[in-house]
């Protein structure tokens, strides 16, 4: 009888072992009546995840950076033609040209990394990913609040957080749940690529903290009557947190206060 492979800390294990649960984030990642061209899937691991995304691809690279599950996984998916496993760490890989999208349970030690390769990756149409409940709910607002990267990223990406998985739906049993986040690229983008240009820098200068709270940072780059009244157009006090203003109403501050 084989040995259990030992899981590495390093690499921040913690597999997927509920078939539920792995069935949910794959219907998220490919919805049902639909069939992803070419989707990657972050970190193979044991295949769990993999058997039930295969049906619903043409092409399926699965990445696997841990060298000791490689070998089990190709037997696994021999006879599975549109599946290739790639023994290496998803995150050296280089971007496909053509659409594709990502789908995985992803180290939550290495979550950061990954959603920034998705973000640079131009060809990228969708990420659907299982992280620690946390990031899921504050990269989406479910706590009330938004964070820089949502607030810089949504005029070309829209964030959902779908759904919540239980810490013990994973061995070993992590110290907290997990969450589904959705990170889809907009069809036609809130902003063109002239205004975007004036938008990353305004939205940073809101983040920077410089004056003490929001309407101030942004009075050191604008007069004070259009900071007024970009903040009537989004409906916001003066006294608002950063944190606390939706996307929507910093597409209405950019509005007045862009060149």
Same mark, same amino acid.
């Given at each position: 009888?084989?040995?259990?492979t030992?899981?590495?800390?390093?690499?921040?294990?913690?597999?997927?072992?509920?078939?539920? +649960? +792995? $069935?949910?984030?794959?219907?998220? +990642?490919?919805?049902?009546?639909?069939?992803?061209?070419?989707?990657?899937?972050?970190?193979?691991? %044991?295949?769990?995840?993999?058997?039930?995304?295969? /049906?619903?691809?043409?092409?399926?690279?699965? !990445?696997?950076?841990?060298?000791?599950?490689?070998?089990?996984?190709?037997s696994?998916?021999?006879?599975? /033609?549109?599946?290739?496993?790639?023994?290496?760490?998803?995150?050296?890989?280089?971007?496909?040209?053509?659409?594709?999208?990502?789908?995985?349970?992803?180290?939550?030690?290495?979550?950061?990394?990954?959603?920034?390769?998705?973000?640079?990756?131009? +060809?990228?149409t969708?990420?659907?990913?299982?992280?620690?409940?946390?990031?899921?709910? %504050?990269?989406?607002?479910?706590?009330?609040?938004?964070?820089?990267?949502?607030?810089?990223?949504?005029?070309? !990406?829209?964030?959902?957080?779908?759904?919540?998985?239980?810490?013990? @739906?994973?061995?070993?049993?992590?110290?907290?749940?997990?969450?589904?986040?959705?990170?889809?690229r907009?069809?036609? /983008?809130?902003?063109?690529?002239?205004?975007?240009?004036?938008?990353?820098?305004?939205?940073?200068? $809101?983040?920077?903290?410089?004056?003490?709270?929001?309407?101030? @940072?942004?009075?050191?780059?604008?007069?004070?009557?259009?900071?007024?009244?970009?903040?009537r157009?989004?409906?916001? $006090?003066?006294?608002?947190?950063?944190?606390?203003?939706?996307?929507?109403a910093?597409?209405?501050?950019?509005?007045?206060?862009? /060149?």
């Open positions: 009888m084989a040995r259990p030992r899981v590495s800390r390093a690499l921040s294990q913690n597999f997927l072992t509920d078939r539920a +649960a +792995a $069935g949910r984030l794959a219907r998220f +990642a490919v919805p049902h009546g639909r069939e992803a061209p070419l989707l990657l899937e972050v970190g193979a691991g %044991k295949g769990a995840l993999t058997e039930l995304l295969a /049906p619903r691809c043409r092409r399926l690279l699965a !990445y696997e950076i841990d060298p000791r599950l490689v070998p089990a996984l190709r696994r998916f021999s006879d599975t /033609p549109q599946v290739r496993l790639v023994g290496e760490d998803f995150l050296t890989a280089r971007p496909p040209r053509t659409p594709f999208s990502v789908a995985g349970n992803v180290p939550f030690s290495r979550t950061a990394a990954i959603v920034d390769w998705c973000l640079r990756a131009p +060809a990228l969708d990420a659907t990913l299982l992280t620690q409940l946390e990031y899921a709910r %504050k990269r989406t607002g479910d706590y009330g609040s938004w964070t820089l990267l949502t607030v810089l990223t949504w005029p070309r !990406y829209e964030w959902r957080l779908l759904g919540r998985v239980g810490r013990r @739906s994973f061995r070993p049993v992590p110290g907290v749940d997990a969450g589904i986040v959705r990170i889809e907009r069809r036609t /983008p809130l902003l063109d690529a002239g205004a975007y240009e004036s938008w990353r820098p305004l939205v940073e200068l $809101g983040f920077s903290g410089l004056g003490g709270s929001l309407h101030a @940072s942004l009075r050191r780059a604008h007069p004070r009557r259009r900071v007024d009244a970009a903040f157009r989004a409906g916001l $006090g003066t006294t608002v947190l950063v944190g606390e203003v939706p996307p929507g910093w597409l209405r501050l950019h509005e007045v206060l862009a /060149p």
